[in-house]
């Protein structure tokens, strides 16, 4: 046998090795890279510029946050979306092929490729990073929320079907629009007189249930001027839908003259002002 | 072949086959392949049932350790004040599922009726048991067929034992979740009791037949398992409604 | 083959008389039975409960109950226990009757044991439930076409909500098990039947007599409280949900029969050389579907039944002033809710890997860590349950366990992604069909799974929970992602189970249509979600109009895509052309049979001898090189 078909016998025994142990497919890889770095590009900037404004007006750093999640997380989740979705429209363009007779037969076979043990660890590593910092996130989020400041206000918030009423502890107060003062943490107390509603202070960012026979808490601070909506987030039977309230935050001079103005006396006001546990 | 169609085709007949087809499809299972698949099912479902008691546990020791209202046992209850509705924040008011005021703590339920049912059904799966053991040592219906009969006797006993201690409850369903969750015990006790009288039947009527005799003790066995799980979850619902009432 | 045709089982003269009565059961006698059993019911308790303090609960739970064992009774479900307990044990005759030998179309009306023709029915059930749980979806869309609607009251709304829900989960966890366990999977390890014939049937007609019930509850004043139907407002609400709960106790039976019968088929009757190994995929996927079910499934009984207890005999469990919580209810409907959504995603999922590999032309990418990802999914699953209760004040300690358990679970999801594009990479894509399901899959399984990202971090969920980004998310994952699955599943082994090939030109046009349509009405439904408007309201706020009007808009494409399907599929199985017995060209021993498949499956026991994805390896032997492999007619061989 002369060298040069020594030399292309070995190269055909050696090629479906090759194809075995090397499933990296250098020119397919790398588009496949670009790809995903268009798509993230885009994933980002979507991630950057449309949740602002689609999310309503954040009155609380409690709000402010839940949209912050979405923004990071989303980032965190476009290269991983973007590279299935490069693999899945790569594999269309450059792999796609027409079966014999008329695409009634299938084409020739594909790479007989049964897994790779480093791209298998590569993709399960990664993804515990990810779920380890989305993990970290959010714990360190929800502990912050939970912290109790010490000037928190009390708001007992009391659901029925189908309305909600809220009072203020101590004042004798009580009113079916919420009003809060601005630049305090509220500790709403929740509960129910009959089945479980959703007290859900929408630009505040927060919710709990009401439950009857229990009181639950849940915290928000008010950092914003303005107007909010209360729904009801778990259906309650017949009038669910029209379980809502508006909310108002005024400033604490105003909230202080609207206590008045509801029959509170001014030691009420001022016990409550200063309370907070 | 001379045997009837019956006895040819008899579900636990070993034909010698061993799973391959036969032209006119004349394929059965062995008597072992048909054990080795009945066997797995029934462990499967005593799984699913062993989920369905362990939420009935759950149920028990949530209600017990949340004491709502102070309804487990209504220990914590005022006198009667007449008051209705939602608790307010300080007073303890009690009601029924009725809205009658309660006004002493719910007596416990004596646990000598708890005992007696547990005791006959146990008994009656030990007498499933023991006809397995005699099928497997190649008894004929001389034996198995009282023993099932004894322990048919003992399911019925258990079953009427069961209604019996309902009648005699020193509460009802309405009064709390003690009681509720007790009930709802004995209720589940039932389910399974009667499920125990559907097979047991059919072992007290099949070994009448004879078709337990000379070795053929598959379908006792797989009784067996599933009569010792409803004694044994009978016999731990028992203990916890006597020491965690 | 030899040239005599082998004698064929379906072939045998059968005397339809010799059996008795329980040869002339049917579908018909069902419904007598059950009719006549409801009735006596309902007069019996009438007159004996009326009276008492939880009359029409007691009525209605009673009479329902009587139509279930009824119906049953009338299709001859219990005749088995009746013949065991008298010792008439079947013979060889009676098993070939039961299998539907001799009957022809009449089978399909019957109790008939052979996993083929329960797998058809199954099949044509989900396509029923589906046109129901649909046509209730439509008024749902068109009720929220306008923010003050008076096309239906809030009551009604609020029922069909309710229903529509219940309707689609019940839908959705049979759509590919039902059909395709039952009619593919047997085939598909060498099997000639399930392990227990009788059950099989008995799952599927125990479904069938679950459904009226639930239907029932609309004249029942209509359940309020969703599909979730939480307490105390279920234990308030009319005796519908006593209909509702009675479909969801005997819906629970044949789930639970269906896994036992799923594993033990799986475990004890695989062809000789079919170790677990060599498994295709899909028979994992239905096994660890099966058993989740097995688990979850007691939970879903637990939950209704103590309902059913707080309603008609006036227990406590759900009942504040009674000393229960609804917190109960909630964890312990979680403890299967959650299962119940994996029992939901892994069949599809198991048969979009066989697409994947099919019209790949390759194998399975990491087999064995893909088996591994959907036992972890399965696994995690179990510890998840309270992501959904976030927001309901129960166990705040809880927030960060639950957190990490729900996140965990993207990991094994990211295998599967992980597998489908290794199946595709380097592949020779053949567009016909099925294969687009995958693709579309893929598409919305990364929308739905991130989606879902966002609600298990408990500090979003405080915004996004029961608003409309919840069942965006949701609809995404179960619809575009598992509804998808399936019907590729459909596309996929159309051939085998009707003998025909399914139209793809009609098939084609309804998959645009649906994609296009999944888009605009659930991505409009996450623009509503961000504005904040909430879940299962029969009116809303002016400002979620617009996002409304085109999620509705959206729904009516949807919907034409989903009867344009129907249609191609109606169509094709009465007029399609006829199938050969391996159209695509796979590996798997279900293609190795013949098209119709023989009563036994197979007419030679199959022995296997390697994994069924032999693909781009020239030296690759056929999945059970012995069997002689149907020569087809359209084309020249199995390669």
Known sequence: MSYEEKRDEIAEEVKPIVAHTMPFHKKAAAKIVYITIVFTIIGVLLALFLPTHMFPFSMSPEMHDAVLTFVVFTIAAAPVAALVYAIGAYSLIAWRKKGANNNEEPPEDGAPLHGSGLITSLWIGTSVVLV?????????????ETAQQSNAIQVNVTGQQWMWTFSYPGTGVTTHNLILPEGRQIEFNVTSMDV?????????????????????????????????????????????????????????AQFATWLASQGASSSSIQSYALSGK | MSVTDQQMHDSQDDHGHHG?????????????????????????????????????????????????????????????????????EGLNTCTDGLFNPITHAIPKANPVYTIIVFALIATAAAFVWFAEVQSRKGATKKTTHPLTALALFFVLAAIAAQFYQFQVLPFTTIQGTYASTFEFYMGSNVAHFLLALVIVTGLWSRSRLGKFDNGKWYQLHLSRLFLVWVAASCVILGLVTIFFA | MSTTAPMLLEDTKLEPKAGGFYRHQNFLTGLIVGILSGFVGWVVSLALLQGSNFGSDMVVTVTLTCWVIGFNAGMGTFNAIFRWILGHDQTHEDELYAAG?????????KYCTDHKVV???????????????????????????????????????????????????IATIIMVSGPFANFIMPIMIGAKDMAFPRLNAMSFWVVVSAVPPILGSFFLGGVPAGWTTYAPLSVQAPPAMDAFAITICTFVVSVTVAGI?????????????????????????????????????????????????????????????????????????????????????????????????????????GYKVMVA??????????????????????????????????????????????????????????????????????FNFIIGGITGIYLSDVPADQYFHGNMFVTAH???????????????AVCYWFPKVTSRMLNERIGKTAFWVVAIGIQITYMAQFYEGFQGMARRVANYNALFVDANRVSSVGAYILMAGMLIFMYAIIHSWRHGKKASANPWHAKSLEWMTLTPVPLENFLVDPVVTGPPYGYGEPDSKPVAPELPVPVSASSGGSH
């Open chain 1, 132 to 144: 380890l910092f989305l993990l970290v996130w959010g714990m360190a989020e929800l502990s912050a």
């Open chain 3, 474 to 488: 949701f609809h995404y994952t179960l619809l575009g992602g598992g509804l998808v699955g399936a019907m590729g």
């Open chain 3, 261 to 365: 019968n799923t594993l033990v088929t799986v475990l004890t009757m695989r062809a000789k050389g079919m170790t677990m190994g060599r498994l295709p995929i899909f028979v994992w996927a239905s096994i660890i579907a099966g058993g989740l079910g097995l688990y979850a499934m007691p939970a879903f009984l637990m939950a209704q039944s103590a309902l059913i207890t707080d309603r008609v005999v006036g227990t406590g469990f759900y009942v504040a002033e009674q000393g229960g919580t609804g917190w109960l209810y909630e964890n312990t409907f979680w403890i299967m809710g959650h299962p119940e959504v994996y029992v939901i995603l892994i069949p599809p999922v198991g048969a979009l890997i066989e697409i994947a590999s099919t019209f790949a032309r390759k194998p399975v990418f």
């Open chain 3, 101 to 109: 030998v001799g009957q022809g179309w009449k089978r399909y009306w």
């Open chain 1, 196 to 252: 479980t509603h959703g007290f859900w202070p929408v630009e505040m960012g927060v919710q709990i249930d009401a439950n009857p026979n229990v009181i639950d808490h849940i915290a928000a601070t008010t950092n914003r001027l303005g107007s909010f909506d209360v729904r009801c987030s778990q259906i309650c039977g017949l009038y669910h839908a029209y379980m809502q309230t508006k909310g108002t935050v005024v400033t604490k």
């Open chain 3, 373 to 442: 990802g959907i036992s972890g999914i399965a696994t995690l699953s179990i510890m998840v349950w309270a992501h959904h209760m976030f927001t309901t004040g129960w166990a705040p300690t809880l927030a960060d366990p639950f957190m990490l358990t729900t996140e965990l679970i993207s990991i094994p999801t990211g295998i599967i992604f992980l597998c489908m594009v290794g199946t595709i990479w380097r592949g020779s894509i053949w567009t016909r069909l099925p294969m687009y399901f995958l693709y579309l899959f893929i």
């Open chain 2, 20 to 88: 391959h087809y036969e032209e006119g499809g004349n394929h059965h299972d062995t008597a072992q392949e048909k054990h080795r698949k009945e066997h797995m099912a029934t462990w499967l479902f005593i799984f699913g049932d062993v989920v369905f008691f362990l939420l009935e546990l759950f149920f028990w020791f949530y209600l017990r350790a949340n004491n709502t209202a102070g309804m487990w046992r209504a220990t914590n209850c005022t006198p009667a004040n007449g008051k209705l509705g939602p608790t307010d």
């Open chain 3, 119 to 169: 797998g058809t029915q199954y099949l044509v059930l989900v396509m029923v439930l589906f046109g129901v749980g649909g046509t209730l979806a439509m008024m749902i869309r068109t009720q929220l076409l306008s923010p003050n609607s008076r096309f239906m009251s809030p009551e009604t709304y609020n029922a069909i909500v309710s229903i529509h829900g219940m309707i689609m989960i």
